[in-house]
């Protein structure tokens, strides 16, 4: 499966953005998706996931109460509402996908995903 994120950009403090991940190729398989982030000399970190039935999320504590993760099977999408943003959020955001048959199951931990999309930048500054 190939992955593209968009809808980074630059937001002040305290705005919010809507970043999308679009997936591509194999998507009858029923894949978790997750979004981690990496910040500039820092290592990538876990931001959010969603199992593939979308009931089970989990958020690091970092972005709980904040950012919203969603999906739309239908339309392969995966979406990161981030409210409230604050200049610790400026990185480089990456949405990933794995599958381990159990529409339950999601990771929050890098090598639980083989599938990963390019970066998509979120600068917050005033």
């Known amino acids: 499966v190939q992955l593209q994120a968009s809808g980074g950009g630059l937001v002040q403090p305290g705005g919010s953005l809507r970043l999308s991940c679009a997936a591509s190729?194999?998507?009858?398989?029923?894949?978790?998706m997750s979004w981690f982030r990496q910040a500039p000399g820092k290592e990538r970190e876990f931001a959010a996931a969603?199992?593939?039935?979308?009931?089970?999320?989990y958020y690091a504590d970092s972005v709980k109460g904040r950012f919203t993760i969603s999906r739309v099977n239908a339309k392969n999408a995966v979406y990161l509402q981030m409210n409230s943003l604050k200049p610790e959020d400026t990185a480089a955001y990456y949405c990933?996908?794995?599958?381990?048959?159990?529409?339950?199951?999601?990771?929050?931990?890098?090598?639980?995903?083989?599938?990963w999309g390019q970066g998509t930048e979120v600068t917050v500054s005033s």
């Open positions: 990933a996908a794995d599958e381990r048959g159990d529409t339950s199951w999601y990771g929050s931990d890098l090598k639980d995903y083989d599938y």
């Open positions: 969603i199992s593939w039935s979308g009931r089970n999320t």
């Open positions: 190729g194999r998507t009858t398989r029923r894949y978790a």
